[in-house]
DNA sequence: GTGCCTCGAGTTCT
DNA sequence: CTCGAGGCAC
């Protein structure tokens, strides 16, 4: 590193072009682009500060990196990607799944009668995973899962953890160039129930007992204080860590077993006491029955108990599939359930008019927070169940969120079942099931205040228009108050900016604000404009499709009132990759709606949505069909598909003779092989990722 | 006609 | 995230 600077005025100078770079990189990073620099570049960035800082405290700016490191401009944290990815685990509910697991991997491996499968077991805990990284030693990075492959920075938070050391043990770990030590981050029960009873009294002694903020469960609490724009703030909550595992390394020293890794990581961090192996799958499924027995009793939450194929070689050869490991596996207890009255049935009335009935329940705690709504999807539900308000249910959260209602402790067969509505509550049209469907819809079409307002809601949702400071409960409340009827009314707007200005909480500059993200809006992408209208079947990839074949919203709009009485037109539209018979005739019979052509000519008088321009570079794939297959590890499928489209590429599912590029990750199986039978070219993702690059 | 696979739609809570 | 329906390949 550069020497510090001699004077003041260079200090000062250096400080304040550091923290515009900073910063910069930091907007890069939070707008999930690929950043201009290397994390190591970036981190010698926040470093070069840090040591100025050092030496000239007294020129510490308000805008300070320092200050700021893990807070983005708008209070949120920055989001930087992965070295490797921070995979989720595939889960099991039962004894049986976990043996079929096992039987998985034998049959993956090809193992032998003889070849035992040997597993770790140790406790899941509840809550955030989090990944720490060490350069030469010292922790430079410390990243929340976030969507697996970008994570939110903490680090300063993390720095306040008494549980995580700045520095690796030399004597455990040498001086590996990258360690990353993978664990959770987790609030103790009992230090959740003082920290709460704090946070009370500090409000009492603030003389506002009543908005006092607690937090619902240790998880919560420990999310919650973990994700502090302050790291002060962070520094006082009672946060501690489990290592369980591990990222990027690089010159570190390697071990054969996963029991004998977390062996060595437990010389510098904290390991489950529980963690225990390596198993068969009897003994396994033992450990299991031990920790769920201890479960009440441990300091914190678990959800269940995580298995491991103890041999990192296999875990090697194992590989992923989509998002899990495939030598992983998380065996949950059984879902926690609860007893509650159910007060009522409401319906509410989506924007295709579908009604959905909605349980409202008498609140109760279940897997630690607090229910007081489950949907009962349908009627067939309503009669499977045979509920009716006033009965004792019994409701679980089910694959860890969405509660549901399991049982009926009410039942009574003899009872009629609970009347569902044939006619909208919300318009009083007519609600009727369509053949052979089982959903009831509201016949009431733009009559319906309530499909019209979801409408609105979805045309400026974030997949559609994307309007911001538009969000559904503004929508709503405009509506309601008559500033808008219909989509083109947003486009109005600005000829009632005193009236939104009369409104609370609408000021000059967030009026300003909103009034100009609708003028940026006056040529939208087309797909997802058309994306946007809600007609039934077309979602935002079908969309894009038809934009695809057709160009442009009005030649689409053309073709499809067109297509009502000639087969021609019809059949142009069912050529479209996805589009057939059901999806095609909802187009044609959106546009025959009278109410829906007026709304769509008003629309277009205030907005025109541009030509589907895709930029297609060039390529040595341009006009080829790709496929992918196996799995990939730092994209998604999604990106990869879009990846491929926009060097001009067709991507496939399976591979066939027309088949021109195979792009196979770790797993790949049968079309790996029909590709090499066929003669196609088949190439991993890094030469992929090199094809990318290379396009013009 | 049968069986994937993809896409759309609806949903809970913080 | 999960379910069901629509599309498409075999």
Known sequence: MDRLPNTDEEAAAELAELASRIAHHNRLYHAEDAPEISDAEYDALVRRNNAIEAAFPHLVRADSPSVQVGAAPAGHLSKVAHAQPMMSLENAFSDEEVVEFVARIRRF??????????????????GLSCSLRYEKGRLVRALTRGDGRIGEDVTANVRTIADIPDQLPEDAFGTPDVFEVRGEIYMAKADFLRLNERLLREAEDAGNADKARQFANPRNAAAGSLRQKDAAVTATRPLRFLA????????????????GRIGRIAKGFPVSELFAGPFDVTAALDHYRRIEAERADLPFDIDGVVYKVDRLDWQQRLGSVAKAPRWALAHKFPAEKAQTTLNAIDIQVGRTGKLTPVARLEPVTVGGVVVTNATLHNAD???????????RVVIQRAGDVIPQIVENLSRDDGREPWPFPDKCPECGSDAVAEEGEVDIR???GLICPAQRVERLRHFVSRGALDIDGMGGTTVESFFRDGLLHSPADIFRLHTKRDEILARERWAETSVDNLLSAIEQRRAPDPARFLFGLGIRHIGSVTARDLLRAFGTVERLAEVASKAADDAEARGEIEAVDGVGPVVAQALVDFFAEQHNREAWDDLLSEVSPPPLAEEVRDSEVSGLTVVFTGSLETLSRDEAKAQAESLGARVSGSVSAKTGLVVAGPGAGSKLKKASELGIRVVDEAEWARIVQSAT
């Open 442 to 444: 509201c016949t009431g």
């Open 109 to 126: 491996l090809s193992l032998g009668e003889d070849d035992a499968v040997a597993l770790t077991a140790e406790p899941k805990i509840d």
């Open 244 to 259: 369980w595992g591990w990222g990027e390394l690089v010159g570190a020293e390697v071990e054969e077993t996963q029991a």
């Open 381 to 391: 539900e309503i009669a499977r169940l045979g509920v009716h308000p006033g009965d």
